[in-house]
């Protein structure tokens, strides 16, 4: 039913009109979404119950996704499958019942620059846009990462992985997740960056071009799980906080001072609580973050 308006309407005590539906007929009133989804050319999609954190089972699902129970007939983001080409939106249709792709998003024309938003779990609030073009469902790269509506990254799975933009992308991708240290620069010699950080000496050395940084600058390094190597002759000091077997892996959690770190022991192997171990930072794909814009400066190696 509607109902006719004869008197203006006088909105500058700033007053807004909320939750108007998607337009379907000319004459009904658009949102800011939907002006910017044309400007763009983005095809906007009915949100989705939960993400997907990991990699699913899309035969048998379970009756929870992310922690999230979910009911049948509600919309699934899958973005963190083994196979790419997996991911995509689909329809909850039984713990032990295989998922299908929402009827609005099973072809590559449907999908290609899509956007959906995500009511619960771990990426509540976040909206989610299919960036690669021109791919065939089935074979193409569903990747593309988004805080408040804002692009963070979009870029190949293992270059968001290795080169986060920033630390929201850094701390969103990977499990375990990444280590954050926060440290304070003391000196720039030409390439080698002294940061003290968690009572700890660092050196942190750019993997290939300068980077222009202060005494006294704040800085949080970033380090995966994986480049944290425990073993005899290790250059720091720890004592093991909690650990994690899991048959191929341990996942084991250690204290320096009052920073808690996370490092992935493969083999199986244990630790036990309050042991005394030593490691070292390996690799060269370490991170190095602004701290007040959060954004990487550089990839390159830590050091004692």
Known sequence: MSRKQLSDLDFAGVARIRNLPAPVNPDEPVRQQDLNSAVEGLAWKDSCRVASQANLNLSSPGASIDGITVVAGERVLVKAQTVDS?????????????????????????????????EEGTSIGMSWRQS??????????????????????????????????????????????????????????????????AAMSLSFTPGSGSVTLGEDQTVVL????????????????????????SGMETIVKIKVGEQFLTSVVFGAIDFL??????????????????????????????ET
């Open 86 to 118: 997996e991911n995509g939106i689909y329809i909850w249709n039984g713990a032990g019942v295989a998922m299908t792709r929402s009827l609005d998003a099973n072809t590559s024309e449907e999908l290609e620059q899509a956007i959906t938003t995500v």
């Open 132 to 197: 690669v073009v021109n791919f065939v469902l089935g074979t193409g790269s569903v990747t593309c990462l988004m805080k408040e509506g804002r692009v963070q990254q979009y870029a190949p799975p293992l270059e968001i992985y290795n080169e986060p933009a920033n630390i929201f992308v850094a701390d969103f991708v990977g499990n375990p997740t990444m280590n954050f240290i926060a440290g304070t620069v003391r000196s720039v010699d030409l390439d080698s960056i002294k940061i003290e950080a």
């Open 222 to 245: 970033g380090v995966r799980p994986e480049y944290l190597r425990i073993g005899t002759g290790g250059a720091i000091g720890a004592m093991v906080y909690s650990t994690l077997p």
């Open 273 to 302: 609580v309050n042991e005394a171990v030593s490691f070292d930072f390996i690799g060269n794909r370490c991170v190095l973050f602004d701290a007040e814009s959060g954004r990487r400066l550089a990839s390159g190696n830590l």
